[in-house]
Nanobody
């Protein structure tokens, strides 16, 4: 049963922008914290950003702070990740997640998508 579906990945040049979306067809996550994570080739999955259920509080990894923005639209049951000033080191598969706890990490995340690939060329 697919619960979270990411979209918006692709190939972009360094310095460019992309907007990722994460929809939740068939299930509402409006009362859940949502997060974005990424996994680069040969590396472990890492935290990128998270947002609480209302959208009032956010956390960011130091590596993306000031460049990425997480937001959500509970009416659309969707969370977004706006990525600006992209760097080659941002290349990874990006995953969205949902969970009861809002943390700076994967603790408490219960549902995961299958990921969308972002490739940043130099």
């Amino acid at each position: 049963q697919v619960q979270l579906v990411e979209s918006g990945g692709g190939l972009v040049q360094a310095g460019g922008s992309l907007r990722l979306s994460c929809a939740a067809p068939g299930r509402t996550f409006s009362n859940y914290a949502r997060g974005w994570f990424r996994q680069a080739p040969g590396k472990e999955r890492e935290f990128v950003a998270s947002i609480n259920w209302s959208g009032d509080y956010t956390y960011y990894a130091d590596s993306v702070k000031g460049r990425f923005t997480i937001s959500r639209d509970n009416a659309k049951n969707t969370v977004y990740l706006e990525m600006n000033s992209l760097k080659p080191e941002d290349t990874a598969v990006y995953y969205c997640a949902a969970g009861i706890l809002h943390t700076k990490g994967s603790a408490g995340m219960e549902s995961w998508g299958k990921g969308t690939l972002v490739t940043v060329s130099s």
